[in-house]
Nanobody, 124 residues
């Protein structure tokens, strides 16, 4: 599976962005998908995940109520809608795919494929 993330950019605090991750190479609907992020000088952390069917989602406490993960299997794409952005949301955001993705996972080592990352910068 090849993953291509896009949609990052510069946004003011309180604003919104939507990230997209396009997948190719395998049957997208078999894969659970996740978003992770890594801020400068920090460890990569879990953000959001969605099951292969889209019926189950999970979000980190730090983004709950502000971020929404969704997917369109017909378009081989997963999205991360980010609202009410905060300075601390600044990071490189990575999408990832895991086989046997009926259930969601918050653990990065359980993901098999990773995209190249897209930078989100939130300014004051």
């Amino acid at each position: 599976v090849q993953l291509q993330a896009s949609g990052g950019g510069l946004v003011q605090a309180g604003g919104s962005l939507r990230l997209s991750c396009a997948a190719s190479g395998r049957t997208f609907s078999d894969y659970g998908m996740g978003w992770f992020r890594q801020a400068p000088g920090k460890e990569r952390e879990f953000v959001s995940a969605i099951s292969s069917s889209g019926g189950s989602t999970v979000h980190a406490d730090s983004v709950k109520g502000r971020f929404i993960i969704s997917r369109e299997n017909a378009k081989n794409t997963v999205y991360l809608q980010m609202n009410s952005l905060k300075l601390e949301d600044t990071a490189v955001y990575y999408c990832a795919a895991r086989r046997f993705g009926v259930r969601t996972s918050v653990i990065s080592s359980q993901y098999d494929y990773w995209g190249q990352g897209t930078l989100v910068t939130v300014s004051s």
